[in-house]
């Protein structure tokens, strides 16, 4: 704007003695219809989550002046706030900048856990921002996240499974973000957590299948006749082999068996320089639990150790490529290709193991305490849910039961 001596005027934020700061009129097929627009007030809203607002035709101009004003005052808050120090990312009100807020801040959740645990919080999110990242926390409602999680759970393909496990993964997630916004000082996220306090969403359920024996043999013949014949690299095999074995064997997770990289940096304790008189003594990676095992006493395992060149008995015991520690990705890829060529079905994962060793265990007669133990469980009722074949047990007591009546029918 050009003023009477010729000079650019400056420009204003703020419409100069206006009673209606950010009003604007638009016609439509009802006739004008007025909104408060935050860009009638300033030229950049920063993210400002309520850009335009409808306001009510039938109001006299004293009250379209004062909702004017109190949206005004809201806009002129947020932008009065600082810019958070270290963050990227400005809360503008949507479940992404939430979502990035959460993942960005030093302080949440996502940066205090394991590398394993933020890699499944970072595949819920991006469900959450994929789908829903352009809702304003506001306006959500239970009947809202209810629908999400439908929408999550629907099945990739027609007529495939439902995703169970991924929708109740991205609403516990959903929950988690807002009860970070509401930690920051969000207050809408803290109302939404405690509207979703009473409602329950359907967990997948409790994996059934196991490892036996007889699979873990399988795969440990068939890997080594792939890697005798060049189907597969020699290494590859014999690898492959030693890593089920040692899952198998002794019941630990695969991240006990294979490490983990992080930033090209490879963490682990199998170990060649671990296991001096083949006694291998580790931490296990979940609860930290202090373990040792004598791998002598293991005869699937042992011998396949035993095989190992001594000029490759350094660093890792499961090794990959270029001889070093062999990747989760590789792992699974490989474990997958393998365990077709043995005929395991593909219902049975690498992690089963575990359930395999523990229900071996049961039926062998180890009481639950010590098959605890031997998954390092602290708490029995958790070992439980690792028991499989449940059957045999059943039908065990009751014939029990019905002896023990016979007792008594037999007493005098």
């Known amino acids: 704007m050009v003023t009477s001596s010729g000079r650019t005027a400056p ?3 703020m419409p100069q003695r206006s009673d209606h700061p950010g009003l604007k009129w638009r016609r439509t097929a009802k006739g004008r219809q007025p909104y408060w627009v935050a860009r009638q007030v300033v030229r950049d809203t920063k993210g ?39 963050l990227h990312t400005r809360y503008d009100g949507s479940i992404r900048s939430l979502s990035r807020l959460f993942q960005e801040h030093p302080d949440s959740t996502f940066n205090q856990v394991k590398r394993n645990t933020r890699d499944s919080y970072t595949d819920s999110l991006k469900v959450i921002e994929g789908t829903i990242g352009n809702r304003a926390i506001r306006k959500v409602t239970v009947l809202d996240v209810q629908r999400y999680y439908r929408l999550w759970r629907a099945p990739r393909k027609e007529r495939g499974l439902s995703r169970t496990k991924r929708a109740h993964d991205a609403v516990a997630t959903l929950r988690m973000i807002l009860r970070f916004g509401f930690a920051i000082g969000i207050d809408e996220c803290g109302a939404l957590v405690e509207r979703l306090k009473m409602v329950r969403f359907e967990k997948s359920p409790a994996r059934e299948q196991e490892m036996t024996y007889a699979h873990a043999t399988a795969f440990v013949r068939k890997a080594l006749e792939l890697g005798e ?45 671990n296991v001096p008189g083949w006694r291998l003594r580790l931490k296990t990676s ?18 396949l150790l035993e095989a190992v060149p001594h000029s490759e008995r350094t660093g890792a015991i ?18 997958r290709a393998i365990a077709r060529a043995a005929e395991i079905p593909d219902e049975v994962w690498s992690m089963d193991s575990r359930a395999g060793a523990a229900t071996e265990a049961d039926e062998a007669g180890v009481p639950l305490g010590g098959i605890s133990d031997m998954l390092t469980h602290g708490v029995e009722g958790t070992t439980v849910r690792y028991l499989r074949r449940r059957e045999k047990k059943i039908a065990d007591a009751a014939r029990a039961r019905v002896k023990a009546r016979e007792v008594v029918d037999e007493t005098p």
Request: overall charge neutral; proline content about 7%; hydrophobic content about 40%.
């Open 11 to 13: 420009r204003h934020s």
């Open 229 to 273: 014949s060049g189907t597969i690299p020699g290494w590859r095999g014999r690898y492959m082999a030693i890593g089920v074995a040692a899952q198998f064997e002794l019941a630990l997770r695969q991240k006990d068996i294979i490490g983990e990289w992080t930033d090209e940096e490879w963490h682990g304790a199998f170990t060649w320089e």
């Open 48 to 86: 400002f989550p309520d850009r335009t607002i409808r306001l009510p035709r039938d109001v006299d101009q004293d009250a379209l002046a004062e909702l004017c004003r109190d949206h005004t005052a809201r806009l002129m808050e947020f932008l009065a706030e600082p810019e958070p120090s270290g």
């Open 318 to 335: 499961i090794k990959g490529e270029h001889g070093l520690p062999m990747r989760e990705r590789s792992y699974r890829k490989w474990f």
């Open 286 to 303: 979940k609860t930290r639990a202090a373990a040792v095992f004598t791998l002598s006493n293991y005869p699937l395992l042992f011998p």
